[in-house]
Structure formats: structure tokens, C-alpha cells
């Protein structure tokens, strides 16, 4: 239990450098790191290669943005395999419905009870 | 921001001049606070995690639903008090790309257009940051997805 703690404080840490590096080096606007993110995230699930890292790092590889991607297709290649085709576009959103509706949630009720500073 | 091309030779000694004056970014100074600030974040991740594995019977893998949904949570507290966006000046990429980042995103843009109207302004704005993610990651997802089903249907791979 202390070994994971201890590796998703190292790969989430990791994963942050990448998207600092694409910051201060490469001179991406937060925009477009965090889009970049997300397709690196969404093509290494497509090779099967981010299950793996869920597995060794826990939050570490769940947390950071790029699990986003990486769960829009399991969730895809999911319903495909039950229903066909079709299926990539019902299961999208089935594995990580809790993000996005979150998000839109708690930015509604965080609008209707704080006022915006300064 | 103007290209090189249609620069007069004056602007372009200016362009050379501001370069040389420029800060330079502390890059590894950078870097070493994302590393931490991001390991962090996911720590309080990883132990959440282990708390609704314990607590409310999910498994290692479907326990990233939840553990997201709390983090967006805590993510909506401390944007509205304005913690988040003072760690995100000091940690830059280390608070923006776990996916609390992508909550801050979303509820700050919520908070800061609310005096034009919650139609409007709260509903319209909200995904003002936050929506080149969802394309993006909404569209490559599609790509890589429907590559592999055809590639079963047809190769049977």
C-alpha cells in the first residue's frame, strides 16, 4: 500500500513535468498541453498501454488529465465489442461520465454560491 | 502576434533586442515544483482511492470514477475560495494537468461569468477553457476506437 502511494506521487509527478516541459520548452498555451494530453492519453490507450500504468501507479496514472483520453476508449472499445459499430459512440462517455458531470455540477452550484473575486 | 515576414528592419531589431532581454524561464525550477505540486495531488488521489475501495466495495478499477468526482469536489472548494488559482501560479503544469485542473477550469470560468446571467453567462461560458479538452480528447478517442474496432471486424486482431 506505502509502494503505491509512493508511485503515484512519482508518475503523477512525472506526468506534470511532461506537461510543464510542453509549457516552458515547446511554449504551448495551457490549452493546447492539456489538449495534446489528452490525445497522448486517448493513442496509448489505443495500443493498450495505459491499463498497465493504472495498474502500477493507481491515482498516479488516473489522476492526471491523460487518463481522460484513456478512458472516452476503453469506454468506446467497450460497447464496441457488446454492440458493433454503433457502439463507439454509445459507450463514449460510459467509463468517465463521472468528470465531466462533476464538472458541470459543482461548477453550477460553485457559481450560485461564490462570487467572483476581484 | 506579427510574423517575420511582414516585419520593417526597425521591428525586427526591436524583436532581436526584446529576446535579449527576455527572462529566461527557470525551466528545472519549473519542473521540480510540477513534479511535486502534481505528485501530490495525486497522493490525496491515490489515498481517496483507497478510501472508497475500503469503505464502499469498488475495485482497483472502477474506483477512478469516484475518486475524480471527489477531486473535481475539492477542486470546486478551493477555486471558489481562491486557493487553486494562487497554487496554480506557483506550481503551473503540476495543478493544471491532474484532473482537478481541468475542474478548476470549468468552475472558474462558472464563477467569473455569473454576472452576466446563469443562461448565458454561467451556461454559455462554462466550458469556455475547459471544451478544447473535451473536443480533442472526445475526437481522438472516436479516431483511435473506431481504427481498432474496424481493424476486429476486418483482421480480426
Not at chain 1, 512519482?10 to 493546447?32: M, S, W, Y
Not at chain 1, 500504468?53 to 484513456?70: D, E, K, V, Y
Not at chain 1, 463521472?98 to 462570487?115: N, P, T
Amino acid at each position: 500500500m506505502l509502494a503505491m502511494f509512493f508511485w503515484a506521487f512519482v508518475i503523477g509527478g512525472l506526468i506534470c513535468v511532461i506537461g510543464q516541459l510542453l509549457f516552458d520548452v515547446a511554449k504551448l498555451t495551457p490549452g493546447h498541453t492539456l489538449s495534446l494530453l489528452v490525445v497522448i492519453g486517448a493513442v496509448l490507450a489505443g495500443f493498450g498501454l495505459y491499463e498497465p500504468l493504472i495498474n502500477f501507479a493507481g491515482a498516479g496514472a488516473s489522476i492526471p488529465i491523460t487518463s481522460f483520453g484513456n478512458s472516452l476508449v476503453n469506454g468506446a472499445l467497450q460497447d464496441a465489442n457488446n454492440h458493433g459499430l454503433i457502439g463507439v459512440l454509445t459507450g463514449m462517455f460510459q467509463v468517465t461520465s463521472s468528470g465531466v458531470s462533476a464538472a458541470i455540477i459543482f461548477g453550477f452550484i460553485g457559481a450560485l454560491v461564490f462570487k467572483p473575486k476581484g | 502576434m506579427a510574423g517575420k515576414k511582414n516585419t520593417t528592419p526597425e521591428q525586427q531589431q526591436y524583436q532581436q533586442l526584446q529576446q535579449k532581454h527576455e527572462k529566461k524561464r527557470p525551466v528545472l525550477k519549473n519542473c521540480i515544483k510540477a513534479f511535486f505540486i502534481g505528485g501530490l495531488i495525486c497522493t490525496i488521489g491515490q489515498a481517496i482511492s483507497y478510501f472508497y475501495i475500503y469503505f464502499f466495495n469498488f475495485t482497483e478499477q472502477s474506483v477512478g470514477n469516484p475518486t475524480v468526482a471527489t477531486m473535481v469536489f475539492l477542486s470546486m472548494l478551493l477555486t471558489g475560495f481562491g486557493v487553486y488559482d494562487r497554487l496554480g501560479q506557483f506550481a503551473g503544469a503540476g495543478s493544471a494537468v491532474p484532473v482537478t485542473g481541468f475542474g478548476n477550469a470549468v468552475i472558474s470560468a462558472a464563477i467569473e461569468h455569473r454576472t452576466e446571467g446563469f443562461v448565458l453567462g454561467v451556461g454559455g461560458n462554462m466550458f469556455k477553457l475547459a471544451g478544447s479538452v473535451l473536443l480533442f480528447g472526445v475526437f481522438a478517442a472516436f479516431v483511435v476506437a473506431l481504427i481498432k474496432t474496424l481493424l476486429g471486424i476486418w483482421g480480426g486482431i
